[in-house]
Structures are given as C-alpha cells and as structure tokens.
C-alpha cells in the first residue's frame, strides 16, 4: 500500500472504491426483491416462526437411551458432538422455563428450591459427571432469567396495551405471574425512592 505525505488521499480513495460496490449490491438486492413482488400474483408470504424449543425427543428418553456427555477441565461440556452438547444446553432452557422445575415467582435464583430436583432430572436423560452440575444449574439459571424477563416484558406491554392476559396465562399460573409482577413493581418502587 502506498501512502502519500497526508496519508489521507489514499484512504479516501479506498472507501470511494468499496462504497460504489455497497451501493450497486444494496440496488441490485432491491431491484431483486421488487420484481419478486411485482411478478408474483400472491400477497408477500410471512415468515413462519418456529416457536418454542419443546424438546420432546430427549424429555421421552429412557435411561438406557441417554446420551453420555464429555466435560472440559472447566466442567464445561464440549462432546463428544457438537450436536449432543446443543441438544444438552437446549434442553436446559426448555426446563428453564417449566414451573415445576424453576417456578417464576422466585425473586433470585439461589431461593429456587428445586436445584436438586433439576440436577436429577438431567441426569435421567444424559450421563454427565458430577462435575458439570454447576454450569448445568448455571446454564438453567440464565435460561430462567431470560424467561423471566421475557413474560415482564410480555405483561407489561398488554397492560398497556389494555389487552387480554390469557395467553400470558397459557405460559404460567396466574398466580406465579401475579407474583412476578408484583415483585417487579417492588422493585420498581424501591428504585424510585432510592434515587
């Protein structure tokens, strides 16, 4: 690369070289999906969403059909696939968000009283040392967290919203969502006098 005495004549005629290749994909890309729409007779189709991660087959495992785990030396599983260790960390999240493992009405995650209860069940679907049960709790509790706030969220926007709770209430018992919130409008109120 040559560089002139500024330094900054050549630099500017790099980004003038790549920014015309940006614009003509960027047009190229729009001009694409416009005679997509014009030619077709149909209404643009919408995107389907998957919707949540259920898991069946591996709830349905017996104990002769579990999947045996590799750890590192962190207690982290890395096998023996890569697939073995996402359906292993999926599976977390799909007990992350069942109310009889981790109900949602706790306020944090070391009052949750059925850590043993979830370290059992995993181990009756994948053969995991003793030593991955921290980043299995620990994988559940940022599953559990995130879902948490998930359905906040969710409760909060049809509050506003003035909309009907049942489809909140499909998700979790009403009175562990009534529970949430109001632990959340505590917290919401002690942070408003606190500053």
């Known amino acids: 690369m040559y560089i002139n005495a500024s330094g900054m004549v050549l630099e500017r005629e790099a980004e003038n070289e790549v920014q015309p290749m940006i614009e003509t994909d960027n047009v190229a890309h729009e001009r694409e999906s416009e005679t997509m729409i014009e030619g077709s007779s149909e209404a643009p189709k919408i995107k ?3 919707g949540p991660t259920k898991k069946t087959d591996i709830h349905a495992r017996t104990l002769e059909e579990r999947t045996t785990i590799i750890l590192n030396c962190y207690g982290q599983p890395i096998g023996p696939t890569p697939k073995d260790v996402e ?3 999926r599976f977390l999240g799909t007990i992350a968000t069942t109310t009889e493992f981790a109900p949602l009405n706790y306020v944090d995650w070391p009052s949750v009283p059925t850590h043993d209860q979830i370290w059992e069940y995993v181990l009756e ?4 040392p003793p030593e991955g049960r921290s980043w299995v709790l620990e994988t559940v509790n940022l599953s559990w967290r995130g879902y948490k706030s998930k359905l906040k969220k969710l409760y909060l926007e049809a509050v506003e919203k003035g909309s009907n709770l049942d489809e909140l209430y499909e998700l979790m018992p009403k009175d562990e969502l009534e529970d949430l919130i109001r ?3 505590e ?3 002690k942070s408003r006098e606190a500053g």
């Open 48 to 50: 389907k969403h998957r």
């Open 87 to 89: 359906d292993l960390s």
């Open 125 to 128: 679907k994948f053969m995991i």
């Open 183 to 185: 632990t959340k409008q």
């Open 187 to 189: 917290e919401q109120e």
